[in-house]
């Protein structure tokens, strides 16, 4: 029989014992009967012989409990036992019970939720086929650290070209048309793609067919792949539209396909179109396009990357656009989440220390249980209990804390979750926590590994002294503290861990308001923004564009409750970039590659710098004078004034664009404009005129007396009361987008925050059940000192000692942690170094204050002993 057969058939028995007892009583009545009719054929009297045979068979008792003893029913009945006495012992006790399931069920529960989001965020398998052969490619220069970018078509042709270690390679253009036919004009997310980026990710669609190569040539009739939900919700679930067109900037597209219904592109791919690649020939140095690639089978990524280092090597120096460029691969799921590898893992890291403390405070709380419980363990031991039997019952007890400690730790998990996802930042929302298996399967390793944590340690030492020593003495006797050593180590652990998280709390706390003290270049407050880009269509071709933003500026100006209105083909802070190169400053040589200068362009009109709230530093802003007729002009920021003309006067150099034949003339330099995070470096900005360079996808920046978004309603209508087909999208206050780019680090503030208050609670609170415990041992000797003349104060003064002793140790310990962690989490610093004195002393107050407030209620305990009580009780 194995041992589950062995164990269900216990079980069964057990729950069937009444019926098995039965059994056996019919038994044994067989046998006597047997045994009396033998002794009777021997001549006996049927009294001696019924005697005679009920001494054969003895005590019934006895053999009931031996029959039960030698079947796995023992074990599950003496297990059924232990929990039920552990269930009537904690009910005896509720304000342990409850502090003990409070702490766990916050240890575990904090464990649980972060591993939750680590599980959606990074482990969880991206919804592709071979997710962890899809790669990223991007170009940057050699000079500049990290991920790369966007690339050229022309690039892209040769490493579609010129590699062996990818199996298929695409390539795409994001673009934003507005799509009429359907209902209200809106603007709708379209990726231009190239035919390999189905092979890339594999995709079949559910209807129709995929884009074909033949279709990703110049000249090729428009066509689209829809996504589900776009066929659902826009297109009618219809089977039939498979052939059909829809509308985009007044160009119709045909239907050719409909992806499966689960499939989300991920990053610039997510979005509910999909349009055949058409854009050759733009040259090298237009660098808009990204490229997705599948690897090889058995090839791996640093095999992939040196042939393409080697393959940017050759066009380097082949062309002059790419000198001092190279070429960089990353994997898919590291390029859509790697911004929070580190934060996660910091939070994954700190909510394990939470769980530490948590354990730490339990062990100190079921060690001084035991210490109290020490008579009753002599007792037991006395009376012939094994100490195996007494381990195994206060092993119970702990199991049966955790098991409800875990139970409400899934409660406290499911409402953490909820909050994770209102705080957190967008990769949230794209890969939902959720406590599935995994988590579950976690949270049931934790409970299990937390048992043992916390529950044998205090059983061994509990089970471990001499039944005559305890029954001679009292608690009140142990006399100096003896046998709590390792509850103040415990207790030292406790406070070493809530150090380090107070610490980093602390440092990513400094490091976000030093972040909230750097001046953005613009004043965000009242500020709406909103996107009002226009078709590609001939009623707005050229100059046509610049007299519809005119047109809405003088309608929108003149309403109440607006200061100022701007245009502009980039909003501060909302992610957007349109980074160009200077090939050439007027009386040097042509740049090109890495050598060449690089800004973000913003086609603006005159009232931008004035709306916004951008300081002009040198010469002049753009003006209504600087029309299409007039000679070309720009105006630069510092930052770019100070990489290109280190050596003079930027205003009344010259300047010429990528792509632009003319130059422009420098006419002013403004501050500098943070404009991807308060934390973020950019290369600089040009702004040149919306008249000079007309410019269809813009939007409009509106500085308001009072709540912004109040006002989105009447400037969506002067809008429309021009062009009713014309889609106003993105509406948002410059405060928002602001905050937007700040969440990550309040996500992280946030949850370190919850963290560390939580270990400081629970390290304060295990601080002074050590200190509370010490002093009700050492009542004897505080009274011996009472009586010899000792001072009450000085009573106090021990108390505190050994409460600094503890609380200086712990520090110690949590400080060098503390610098050790913030060394890793660097990253996400700003302007704080890992050993910050302010941080390092606001700790030491904190846990000086704790310190204090732990053991002011045993010191004052201790000062009121009454010595002649306590010394007659002895």
């Not at 809008?719 to 969440?743: F, I, K, Y």
Request: glycine letters at 10%.
């Amino acid at each position: 029989m194995n041992l589950w057969r062995q164990f269900r058939h216990g079980v069964s028995v057990l729950l069937g014992r009444p019926a098995a007892d039965r059994d056996l009583s019919e038994e044994l009545d067989h046998y006597v009967e047997q045994a009396t009719a033998a002794h009777l054929a021997r001549g006996m009297t049927p009294e001696e012989a019924g005697r005679a045979a009920r001494v054969e068979v003895g005590s019934r008792a006895a053999i009931r409990e031996e029959v039960r003893s030698s079947g796995w029913e023992s074990i599950v009945e003496s297990a059924w036992a232990d929990a039920r006495l552990a269930i009537r012992r904690l009910a005896k006790s509720p304000g342990f019970t409850v502090v003990a399931v409070v702490t766990l069920a916050l240890g575990i529960g904090a464990a649980t939720s972060v591993f939750s989001v680590v599980d959606g965020v990074l482990l969880r398998p991206l919804p592709y086929p071979d997710a962890d052969r899809i790669v990223q490619l991007g170009q940057r220069d050699l000079t500049s650290p990290g991920a790369g970018g966007n690339t050229s078509i022309d690039d892209y042709t040769d490493w579609a070209s010129g590699n062996r270690s990818f199996t298929a390679m695409g390539v795409l253009l994001n673009s934003q048309p507005t799509l009429t036919g359907l209902g209200d004009p809106e603007r709708v997310g379209v990726a231009q793609v190239s035919a390999g980026l189905f092979d890339v990710f594999q995709l079949h669609p559910m209807l129709g067919r995929a884009i074909d190569r033949s279709e990703n040539v110049p000249g090729a009739p428009p066509v689209a792949v829809v996504r589900y939900d776009f066929w659902r919700t826009r297109l009618g679930g219809d089977s039939s539209v498979i052939g059909k067109s829809i509308t985009l900037d007044q160009v119709p597209v045909r239907v050719v396909g409909v992806m499966p219904e689960h499939f989300t592109g991920p990053d610039r791919l997510d979005r509910p179109i999909w349009e055949n690649f058409r854009s050759y020939g733009d040259g090298r140095a237009n660098h808009s396009e990204g490229v997705f690639a599948l690897l090889r089978p058995g090839v791996t990524v640093d095999q992939a990357q040196a042939e393409m280092t080697s393959v940017g090597s050759t066009l380097a120096a082949r062309y002059p656009e790419d000198k001092g460029t190279t070429i960089t691969l990353e994997l898919l799921r590291h390029r859509l989440v790697g911004d929070l590898i580190r934060p996660l893992s910091m939070l994954l890291g700190a909510s394990f220390f939470l769980l530490l403390i948590a354990c730490a405070n339990l062990s100190n709380l079921l060690l001084a249980n035991g210490m109290a419980r020490a008579g009753e363990i002599a007792v037991r031991t006395a009376l012939g209990a094994a100490r195996f039997r007494i381990i195994r019952q206060l092993c119970t007890e702990t199991a049966v804390l955790v098991v409800v400690g875990g139970a409400g730790a899934l409660l406290v998990a499911r409402g953490a979750i909820r909050f994770l996802m209102a705080i957190g930042p967008d990769q949230l929302k794209a890969y939902p926590p959720a406590l599935n298996l995994e988590v579950l399967a976690l949270a049931t390793a934790l409970v299990t590994l937390t048992t043992l944590a916390i529950g044998l340690v205090p059983a061994l030492r509990a089970s471990a002294g001499e039944p005559h020593e305890a029954l001679r003495s009292t608690t009140a006797r142990a006399g100096g503290g003896r046998g709590n050593g390792p509850r103040r180590t415990l207790a030292i652990v406790q406070l070493a861990l809530s150090v380090v998280l107070l610490s980093l709390s602390g440092m990513v706390f400094k490091s976000y308001r030093n972040v909230l003290q750097v001046s953005p270049g613009i004043v965000p407050d009242h500020l709406l923004t909103m996107n009002v880009a226009l078709p590609q269509t001939a009623r707005y071709d050229g100059i046509a564009s610049t007299v519809f933003f005119e047109q809405v500026v003088q309608r929108v100006a003149h309403m109440p409750d607006v200061k100022a209105i701007a245009v502009t083909s980039l909003v501060p802070f909302s992610g957007d970039e349109a980074l160009f190169g200077v090939s050439r400053i007027q009386g040097e040589p042509e740049r090109a590659g890495s050598d060449m200068l690089q800004a973000d362009r913003y086609e603006v009109s005159p009232s931008y710098f004035r709306t916004l709230g951008i300081t002009l530093l040198k010469g002049r802003p753009l003006a209504d004078e600087d029309e299409l007729a007039s000679a070309p002009v720009c105006v630069i920021d510092e930052d770019f004034a100070r990489r290109a003309f280190a050596n003079g006067d930027p205003i009344g150099r010259e300047i010429q664009l990528t792509g632009r034949p003319e130059y422009a003339r420098v006419v002013g330099v403004v501050g500098h404009v943070r404009t991807y995070g308060l934390d973020a470096e950019s290369q600089g900005q040009i702004y040149v005129s919306l008249a000079q360079y007309p410019w269809r996808w813009a939007s409009l920046v509106v500085r308001t007396t009072g709540d912004p978004l109040l006002q989105a309603g009447a400037v969506k209508r002067a809008v429309h009361e021009l062009d009713p087909n014309q889609p106003v999208t993105d509406v948002w206050s410059m405060d928002m987008l602001m905050a937007g780019l700040l969440r990550e680090r309040q996500f992280t503030l946030t949850l370190l925050a919850a963290f560390a208050t939580t270990a400081t609670v629970l390290a304060g609170i295990g601080l002074y059940g050590v200190i509370a415990f010490g002093v009700a041992q050492r009542r004897r000797e505080f009274s011996v000192r009472l009586a010899l003349g000792a001072g009450p104060w000085a009573i106090a003064r021990l108390v505190l000692l050994e409460g600094g002793a503890i609380a200086g140790i712990g520090a110690a310990a949590g400080i060098i942690g503390a610098v050790a962690a913030a060394r890793l989490m660097a990253s996400i610093l700003f302007e704080v170094s890992p050993g910050d004195l302010s941080v390092v002393g606001m700790v030491g107050v904190v846990l000086a204050g704790l310190a204090v407030l732990a053991c002011l209620v045993p010191a004052r305990r201790a000062m009121a002993a009454d010595a002649v009580q306590v010394l007659r009780g002895d």
